[in-house]
């Protein structure tokens, strides 16, 4: 059955408007929905603690509006990261290397300074091209 009201059949699906998320340390760029308003299962917000307590260093992140400009962040953090980890000497070696281990293949393929720019041309002629990063065993 098909609606005749004109409000409705004018309606378009709206784009949903997102953020990409790095976290500290971090190496992965996620893709955060804004405005799809889907509830999340299992999300239960103490606001009394919410208000005092600030969330574990580890549980920080930063929200970027485009990917390309999370892309660099991501690189620059974890530059600065393993440099922070190098001169901290032999002692976070251990560290260190786990963390190369962990995040090998953003550090080697998806923030390498020439993929970021090829990604940037794709989008320019492409807005609508989703990036899907490269990950051993997919």
């Given at each position: 059955?098909?609606s005749?009201?004109?409000?409705?059949d004018n309606?378009?699906?709206?784009?949903?408007?997102?953020?990409?998320?790095?976290?500290?340390?971090g190496?992965e760029?996620t893709?955060?929905s804004?405005?799809?308003?889907?509830?999340?299962?299992?999300?239960?917000v103490?606001?009394?603690?919410?208000?005092?307590?600030?969330p574990?260093?580890a549980?920080?992140?930063?929200?970027y509006?485009?990917?390309?400009?999370a892309?660099?962040?991501a690189?620059d953090?974890?530059q600065a990261?393993?440099e922070m980890l190098?001169?901290?000497?032999?002692?976070?070696?251990?560290?260190?290397l786990?963390?190369?281990?962990?995040h090998?293949?953003?550090?080697?393929v998806n923030?390498?300074?020439s993929n970021?720019?090829?990604?940037?041309?794709?989008l320019?002629l492409?807005p609508d091209?989703?990036?899907?990063?490269?990950?051993?065993?997919?």
């Amino acid at each position: 059955m098909e609606s005749t009201n004109p409000m409705i059949d004018n309606v378009k699906e709206q784009p949903y408007f997102a953020y990409f998320r790095v976290m500290k340390h971090g190496t992965e760029v996620t893709r955060i929905s804004c405005n799809n308003f889907k509830p999340s299962q299992g999300i239960t917000v103490n606001f009394a603690s919410t208000v005092y307590n600030l969330p574990p260093d580890a549980d920080l992140f930063y929200g970027y509006p485009g990917l390309i400009e999370a892309l660099e962040k991501a690189k620059d953090g974890a530059q600065a990261y393993i440099e922070m980890l190098i001169g901290e000497g032999d002692d976070a070696l251990p560290v260190l290397l786990q963390y190369r281990m962990d995040h090998y293949e953003d550090l080697g393929v998806n923030l390498v300074e020439s993929n970021i720019r090829k990604l940037e041309a794709v989008l320019k002629l492409n807005p609508d091209f989703k990036w899907i990063p490269y990950r051993i065993g997919r």
